[in-house]
């Protein structure tokens, strides 16, 4: 009996799930990490995120846990961790590809060196993107709609580095970002 075919083989271009490409300039990380974990539970390749348990030498047909699932041979394992890297830095741009690319690493690895990279950077991110904010003005956009449209993606991002505005913050960021017509009160 043939054994079937793992879901993640099935994935010929991981561009079709995940649109975003992660690079240094763009702080998409959280975004980008929590598409590629949802992809990965979906392929039920998660497991190779995490650092590698090497299964027990039985396995299990307890009842309560459910079916035994057949252990990976190491050419299997070693065959998931290629795909798993290789939709990783097909979601990369080449700079981070270049930056976290190491001979016969993991996906595992390459996963903890892109977190670490973008989340030891909070503090620098999260000055960079509240400049950014304070100095967005609608006069710098066609209209309205795309002016609030970038304040709240500024706040989403600083949300991400753990540096979230209140709501009463944002009102006050877009009413300080207007122009003169919309001034109806003097100061």
């Not at 075919?5 to 010929?12: D, E, G, K, R, Y």
């Not at 390749?45 to 057949?70: C, E, F, Q, Y």
């Not at 890297?85 to 001979?103: A, E, N, P, R």
Request: charged share 20%.
């Amino acid at each position: 009996m043939a054994s079937p075919i793992h879901p993640a083989i099935t994935v010929t271009n991981i561009r079709n799930f995940i649109t975003l490409t992660l690079d240094n300039e763009s702080p998409q990380y959280v975004t980008w990490s929590e598409l590629f974990k949802i992809h990965c539970t979906a392929h039920q390749v998660s497991d190779h995120l995490l650092p590698r348990i090497k299964p027990a030498a039985s396995a299990s047909t307890d009842k309560d846990k459910g079916p035994a699932v057949p252990p990976q041979t190491e050419e299997e394992w070693r065959r998931i961790v290629a795909i798993v890297l290789q939709w990783i830095y097909g979601t990369i741009s080449i700079d981070l590809t270049q930056t976290v690319m190491k001979k016969n690493t993991t996906a595992h690895e390459v996963w903890i060196a892109l977190e670490n990279l973008f989340q030891d950077n909070k503090s620098a991110r999260a000055l960079h993107l509240q400049s950014k904010l304070n100095n967005t003005r609608l006069e710098s956009f066609k209209d309205m709609a795309s002016y609030c449209q970038e304040v709240k993606i500024l706040a989403d991002q600083l949300a991400n580095v753990d540096v979230p505005l209140s709501p009463t913050q944002l009102a006050l960021q877009v009413l300080g970002g207007l122009t003169e017509q919309y001034r109806t009160v003097p100061p």
